[in-house]
């Protein structure tokens, strides 16, 4: 997305491509809004995809795929065994990252089971910038310690600092010097760190945690599901990067890494995922368990077409116009809503639009889970789905006890070149409506809940009937409205 002035000053994100491909889409009235939320269970995972007018659930396997990833599908090799589309996607790797290696796997978390079966042991430690929801269930799960060093400005929800996931490097040695390097068997680099709202951290910050890493001997893996709008920022907030070209930061920041992963459910606009490695003998730890639980090494459980589409789509993310078109448009709701005292994180990162829920419900204690309740609210003043991203999606303590999450955060995901402007300024207006009318949100408590990623399957209950009486506002302030 190139920096294109107004003529009138209007400051706008401008698309760099043309839509060829459309689906029409749904927006139920109120009435049936409320409804479908209750039948949910409060849950926007569970809502029905028929009953939503804009999915920013997630950018998850969302993401608009271009022409030429299209046309690519169509001359996929299917063969089980030393298919050419394989080759295709392990050359296209490496040319990127310049790692030799490369094991295919059905998506992001299937690579963080593949790792953590690897290197994880009963009381293993691994230090990352900001835990993920899957990685850390895969590290929990086979006895391992999550410690998240995010620097103390990661955690501010508002924030200037360019780069807030970026690592604490003092808190990274003490904490290698206090467990011992035997038991860290690697650190996680997080790009586009997803849950303190998909925040970037620094190539020079990145440099230094490798640094240390090698001066203990401890692995560096990079979860590159992100990296995209990561480079998006470096390129465009890190003053020596400036002058580099989207390919130069990624080949320098992969020098760095002995292992990176990715989800290409957001990496590369298709399906998928996979592991790149650089030594033989971390592939050899790695590689038999792809066929175990993925399926043979020339596809890892994707379909050969979507291998083709990643082969592209990795390519494309070399793009600055392809990869600021997320970035841009989150800049802008952020701002829009900001204008109109809507509490978001900020600086903007990528991945999403993140609204402050312990701010905007701040009469809702964390315990009826503000976030989880503003994210049914949205849907129901808007028709949007949105993700709770605070205490609902931790997991509770050994004793039962709630973890209450650092921030409670409602995050709009910006699947890449899905959205028209006008869409999103429909967003914006609903959530200011619903801001105007927060004191009516109320809290929510769990009916089922399931022991881990309770978040996904979970059901609900409001803790009163304010989600009747918000449809009934909704109703008086917008009569002839859908
Ligand atoms: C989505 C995501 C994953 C998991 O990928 P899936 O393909 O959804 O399994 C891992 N890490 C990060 C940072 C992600 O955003």
């Avoid at 809502?47 to 030429?68: E, I």
Wanted: overall charge negative.
């Amino acid at each position: 997305m190139a920096n294109i002035e107004f003529f009138t000053g209007e400051n706008i994100p401008l698309e760099m491509h043309k839509v060829r491909i459309v689906q029409k889409l749904n927006l139920p009235p109120v009435e049936y809004r409320k409804d479908a939320m209750e039948k949910a269970g409060f849950n926007t995972f569970m809502l029905q995809n028929k009953d939503v007018f804009m999915d920013m659930l997630t950018d998850s396997g969302v993401n608009a795929m271009s022409d030429r990833q299209q046309a690519a599908m169509m001359v996929a090799d299917d063969s089980y065994a030393g298919s050419e589309t394989f080759t295709r996607l392990q050359n296209k790797v490496t040319e990127i990252f310049g790692m030799e290696y490369f094991l295919p796997a059905h998506q992001g978390r299937a690579c963080e089971n593949i790792l953590a079966e690897a290197y994880v042991n009963e009381g293993s430690v691994i230090p990352m910038n900001f835990h993920f929801t899957t990685p850390k269930a895969h590290i929990t799960r086979l006895g391992g310690r999550v410690e998240e060093l995010v620097i103390e400005e990661g955690l501010k929800i508002n924030s200037d600092h360019p780069f807030k996931g970026n690592f604490d490097t003092d808190r990274l040695r003490k904490l290698i010097e206090e467990v011992g390097p035997n038991n860290i068997p690697f650190i996680r680099l997080e790009a586009g760190t997803n849950l303190i709202g998909g925040q970037p951290f620094s190539l020079e910050n990145a440099r230094e945690v490798c640094a240390i890493a090698k001066e203990f001997k401890i692995m560096t893996v990079l979860d590159a599901s992100l990296l995209q709008d990561n480079l998006y920022f470096i390129k465009t907030r890190e003053e020596s990067c400036k002058n580099k070209s989207i390919r130069e930061i990624t080949k320098e920041l992969s020098d760095l890494m002995d292992i990176i992963y990715f989800s290409a459910r957001k990496l590369g606009f298709a399906r998928g995922g996979g592991i790149c490695i650089r030594s033989e003998e971390d592939l050899k730890k790695m590689r038999e368990l792809i066929p175990l639980f993925e399926g043979f090494l020339t596809y890892g459980g994707m379909s050969v077409r979507e291998m083709e589409a990643i082969v592209v789509g990795l390519d494309e993310t070399m793009d600055m116009d392809v990869i600021s078109q997320g970035p841009k448009f989150i800049q802008y709701m952020s701002d829009e809503l900001q204008k109109h005292g809507v509490p978001v994180v900020t600086p903007a990162g990528g991945l999403g639009c993140h609204i402050n829920a312990g701010e905007f419900v701040s009469h809702i204690p964390q315990e009826e889970y503000p976030a989880g309740a503003l994210a049914a609210a949205i849907y129901i003043a808007g028709g949007i789905r949105g993700m709770e991203r605070g205490t609902l999606s931790e997991q509770r303590n050994p004793d039962g006890s709630e973890q209450l999450s650092e921030m409670e955060l409602v995050r709009l995901a910006m699947p890449r070149r899905v959205f028209t402007l006008s869409q999103v300024k429909y967003a914006i207006d609903r959530i200011v409506w619903l801001y105007n009318n927060r004191d009516l949100i109320g809290g929510l408590r769990f009916v089922d809940e399931p022991k881990t990623l309770r978040f996904f399957i979970g059901k609900l209950e409001a803790t009163s009937d304010w989600p009747e009486k918000l449809a009934k506002k909704f109703r008086e302030d917008f009569p002839e409205s859908l």
